[in-house]
């Protein structure tokens, strides 16, 4: 079976991305708002596999099955 054929990233989608990251660096996004809208613009380039673990992780979150936790790391 051949491999699925990634389409270009679009330069909608790379100035999408720049204004992501720039909401989060103002704080205007939490880590896991971050994350979502990054997966999602993204959505048509991941493979099924990964789609599928990314929608079953935001169940869980959204079930508080698991919780989001962020260590702190001493540099």
Known sequence: ???????PITTEIVEKLKELEEEFQDGDLTEK???????KLFDGY??????????GLEKGLKENIITEVREQVDN
């Open 1 to 7: 079976m051949p491999g699925k054929t990634i389409p």
């Open 46 to 55: 991941l493979p099924e596999d990964v789609s599928k673990i990314i929608t």
């Open 33 to 39: 708002g971050y994350w979502k809208k990054k997966c």
